[in-house]
């Protein structure tokens, strides 16, 4: 039996939540059905349970749970869930008929806003005494910044604030309080001060694994090891967590931070979506198998290790606003007013795409390739994926300056002439490519922006795509309402675009630098990246259709 609930315990414990439930009056009342729990003996559902003598699951707060143990001192809270859910995580501790005033320690997992913002008001409401990995203690001391707190799961309506940190852990602490022993172990990754912690009670190794594990059928939290450092994941630590969890004894109940977030599978990186949650009446088991533990961590530490690989050989290529070489020659120079902005050279010429609007262009391109050791001396050609002037309107000085040709569509052309100056050298992208003296092909696009086209070329042996607007990276719904605004304007033409998208998808760029890059993404595309980009837009568009 491995050490499981005992279930006679367990159908005890269902009366009595029954008894409890028809008594229960006010406006908060979680229904228990016999049948609704007896399929497994221990399934975490979204609301307040007792899972073991003395370990409550606070399952009614959103994202995030929180869990208590009762010791024979007083309560033990893990994770504290927001500062606007504390009503409720309050509402749930009497609902199970334990006394708040009770709580003495509140044991965080992580620095994340959900997981946290509420510990300070319940310290202030308990006296009790907050404890947080040491790692994380720089950024829940001043509450920030907003990527720390959050990752990309941003929560536009929470306000973060600090949160002082009464006891700093740094793994290999044991945290005592009357009979109650827990064991900390640290597991960087997710964010650099995470930890688990570990109590056992009736023979069972209960492990609260936070976000490290945030949900035990779905991934691991590993998306943020695919963002840049200022999302504060690292893969490198991750990877040596899961293997220090895989070298522990197996657990026999694991109680993550997101037990609702449903079957998400892990190979690619998501963002974590409230569309992912269980519905309410589903639950996930919270006992785990040695077998299910060693495949739960054996395929993180695989994907983890491809990870670290890729990194390692390709680069950290996030277009996140500081400048760095892709490839050979080939530069992104950072944002400037909100635009991404790329530099190829080619043999001695220096080609620029898409000069964006603003004061103070020619010297952002000046001192950022100066960062990166490259003279500004002459601009050869300037390259435009649209004529929007996000995209052109830094081309009067440079073509004062340097004399480049321009390259836009056809289309694009005939605007421009009448905007630049009769002596501009102008080209039409579709003249470039095969035999072309230039190094890029242009791929011709439409239904988005002002004359759009996209541009191509190998270097390194990659297929490198500089494509301005086409296609859009959607990893939010924020970024969807954005992108369908976009669309709907005077510029779209969702049909056309469709088009593109098909004309783009069988391209399979190897390095992708898109106009507006999303969270700093990476620039390297693997596995199925590329499909999943252009499947989001068609998704997108599909279901405004249908509204
Ligand atoms: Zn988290």
Redesign the pocket.
């Known amino acids: 039996m491995n050490g499981k609930v005992d279930r006679e315990r367990g159908s005890r414990v269902l009366a009595a939540i029954g008894v409890v439930t028809l008594m229960a009056c006010g406006v908060l009342v979680w229904q228990v059905t016999p049948e609704s729990t007896s399929r497994a003996s221990l399934v975490l559902k979204k609301r307040p349970m007792q899972l073991l003598d003395g370990v409550y699951m606070l399952g009614s707060l959103s994202p995030s749970v929180a869990y208590v143990i009762d010791s024979s001192e007083g309560l033990i809270l893990v994770d504290s869930g927001l500062e606007a859910d504390c009503t409720a995580l309050l509402q749930q501790i009497k609902y199970l008929q334990l006394d708040p005033s009770r709580i003495k320690k509140v044991l965080l997992t ?1 620095a ?1 806003g959900d ?1 946290v913002l509420g510990a300070m008001y319940l310290s202030r409401l308990t006296k009790a005494k907050v404890y947080g990995g040491k790692r994380d203690l720089d950024v829940l001391q001043i509450g920030g910044p907003r990527e720390a707190m959050f ?1 990309t799961y941003d929560m536009p309506d929470v306000q973060p604030h600090p949160t002082t940190i009464d006891v700093s852990l740094s793994g290999g602490e044991t945290i005592e309080l009357g009979d109650t022993r827990i064991e900390v172990i640290a597991t960087p990754g ?1 964010t650099p001060g995470s930890l688990c912690f570990l109590l056992e009670r009736d023979d069972q190794r209960i492990l609260f694994t936070g ?1 490290t594990i945030s949900t035990i059928t779905g991934d691991l ?1 590993t998306y943020g090891t695919y963002l840049p450092s200022r999302f504060r994941s690292n893969a490198a630590d991750y990877l040596a967590s899961l293997k220090t969890l895989r070298n522990i004894a197996p657990p026999d109940i694991l109680l993550p931070g997101h037990p609702q977030i449903g079957l998400a599978q892990s190979a690619t990186p998501v963002t974590m979506s409230p569309g992912g949650m269980m519905p309410e009446e589903e639950g996930i088991p919270a006992e785990v198998t040695e077998d299910q533990w060693r495949a739960m961590l054996d395929t993180g530490i695989k994907e983890m290790e491809l990870l670290v690989e890729r990194f390692t050989a390709d680069g950290r290529d996030f277009l996140d606003g500081k400048p760095i070489q892709l490839l050979d020659d080939l530069f992104y120079l950072g944002d400037f007013t909100s635009s991404a902005v790329y530099v190829l050279k080619d043999r001695d010429r220096l080609i620029v795409f898409d000069p964006p609007a603003g004061a103070g262009f020619l010297e952002f391109l000046e001192k950022r390739l100066g960062l990166l050791k490259q003279p500004l001396d002459r601009v050869d050609a300037v390259v435009l994926t649209s004529c929007d002037p996000e995209h052109s309107g830094g081309l009067p000085r440079l073509i004062q300056k340097y004399d480049p040709v321009v390259f836009a569509s056809q289309q694009g052309l005939t605007q421009l002439r009448q905007q630049l100056p009769r002596n501009t050298k102008f080209k039409a992208a579709e003249t470039s490519g095969d035999g072309s003296e230039w190094p890029f092909r242009a791929i011709a696009v439409t239904g988005r922006g002002v004359a759009p086209v996209a541009y191509t070329f190998q270097r390194n042996d990659k297929r490198v795509l500089i494509s301005g607007r086409f296609p859009a990276k959607l990893d939010s719904r924020g970024q969807v309402r954005e992108f369908l605004r976009d669309l709907g304007g005077p510029e779209g033409d969702a049909a056309a675009y469709l088009d593109s998208l098909d004309i783009l998808e069988p391209l399979q760029p190897d390095i992708w630098l898109p106009t507006s890059p999303v969270n700093g993404q990476n620039a390297n595309l693997y596995d199925d990246g590329w499909r999943d980009v252009i499947e989001r837009n068609r998704k997108a568009i599909r279901e405004s259709d249908r509204r």
């Open positions: 992580h994340h997981h990752s997710h976000d939290g």
